[in-house]
């Protein structure tokens, strides 16, 4: 019989959420539309429009020794090519954002392919080759993973991120990268170390809140979804923990 | 946390109420150059961090205002604040703890600072990493 992975427990619509974010064969619900022009310039690793600056010569010129793995394993573009590794480091608000570090970790070793991603408890950071990168960075800032005021990219500084928000509804960044202006929509205008960008990057309206604790991934008991209501949720972490704690000695499940 | 604005429209509600003896603006920093990454130490230009006018005062903020703890000199006082704050706060919440969140002897950073004897009215305010003095606020209907 064949194995379909599960991705994880529970009935709840938050569980669901981290389910559709981990499975590539969902399609994850398109919200905005961002030019690869824009992308880059927010990633700030190269100026839009110039070549990719590479760390070796493409694979195709080099001699490459007979290797079975090789073989195997096809390179993605970037390898390919010799790109640069550079990186996309997104940090996440505790309050129903949409998507959150470690989320991201598992749905992106799902959904990609040679990339490196560190997970830290409030950003989420993942290094790959330049030209993969870009459209992975497109795909997460596009689809249902980001939201504009609750999800930012900040490549440094992220501190004071996701705890408390401000009274505009946009997480707290030391840096300003990004700015909600008088027509609703958050407009990047700085790239994600801090450094000015030549012109602003529209990234769309904030979510509703509504649309947010729907598309969420995050227990909240007080603005979202509690933990405490999705039984088949706690009953799963109940017994990981368990059996964790028993570890060693020989635990039987009853 | 506070806009600019809202901060200074809080802050000069606040220091209009007779009996409070001090005040203190916490949150997270907002730093004038950038502190870590390939940028360091370019500046920062930041809306949120602004000179405003609190009871006649010009005051640099430094934090994007999240806390403001006050001393009050009796517990009336802490029903003046909550409806002054009932006032401001009417698109989301906000919340008063009663307790004791200042210091009452003088610091080490106090001591080294002002030494010994030092002024009650100052103690327990100084930023280790700065030189800078608290702001003293001489408004009208202020308890000195």
């Known amino acids: ?254 | 946390m506070l806009g600019p604005e809202t901060a200074e429209r809080l802050l000069n509600a606040v220091v209009g109420i007779p009996g409070i003896r001090r005040l203190m603006v916490n949150g997270p920093n907002l730093p004038k150059t950038v502190p870590y990454g390939p940028a360091r130490g370019k500046p920062n230009p930041n809306t949120n961090r602004k000179t405003i006018s609190v009871g006649g005062t010009d005051v640099e903020l430094r934090v994007q205002v999240g806390m403001v703890t006050l001393e009050v000199a009796d517990e009336s006082v802490i029903e003046s604040i909550k409806s002054v704050c009932d006032e401001i706060f009417t698109q989301f919440p906000y919340q008063v703890q009663v307790g004791q969140y200042m210091k009452t002897q003088a610091t080490l950073v106090d001591y080294a600072k002002y030494g010994p004897d030092a002024d009650e009215t100052i103690i327990g305010l100084t930023d280790p990493r700065r030189n800078d003095t608290p702001v003293f606020i001489q408004g009208q209907g202020m308890h000195r």
């Not at chain 1, 959420?17 to 590539?24: I, S």
């Not at chain 1, 310039?41 to 007979?66: F, I, K, W």
């Not at chain 1, 970790?105 to 991603?117: G, K, V």
């Open chain 1, 1 to 254: 019989m064949a194995y379909t992975p599960q991705y994880g427990p529970g009935t709840s619509v938050v569980a669901e959420n981290r389910r559709n974010q981990m499975n590539p064969d969902y399609k994850l619900e398109k919200v905005r539309d961002i030019t690869d022009e824009d992308i880059v310039m927010v990633l700030g690793h190269r100026a839009p429009g110039s070549a990719y600056p590479t760390a070796h010569p493409p694979l195709a010129e080099q001699q490459e020794p007979d290797c079975p793995m090789r073989k195997l394993v096809k390179p993605t573009d970037g390898a390919k090519a010799g790109d640069r590794v550079r990186y996309v480091q997104f940090a996440d608000s505790m309050f129903n954002a949409p998507s959150q570090p470690y989320q991201r970790t598992y749905a992106e070793m799902y959904r990609f392919r040679a990339i490196d991603p560190g997970t830290l408890s409030g950003r989420q950071i993942v290094e790959c080759r330049e030209r993969d990168l870009e459209v992975y960075a497109k795909l997460l800032v596009e689809t249902e993973m980001f939201d504009p005021a609750l999800v930012s990219l900040r490549g440094a500084t992220v501190h004071g991120h996701s705890l408390r928000l401000s009274e505009n509804g946009m997480q707290f960044d030391a840096l300003q990268r990004c700015v909600l202006s008088d027509d609703g929509v958050v407009k990047y205008v700085k790239d994600q170390i801090g450094v000015p960008l030549d012109r602003e990057v529209a990234v769309g309206k904030p979510m509703d809140d509504e649309w947010l604790k729907a598309h969420s991934t995050i227990f909240h008991s007080l603005v979202g979804t509690a933990f405490r209501d999705d039984n088949e949720y706690v009953e799963y972490v109940q017994r990981i923990h368990s059996l964790r704690t028993k570890y060693g000695f020989m635990p039987k499940e009853e």
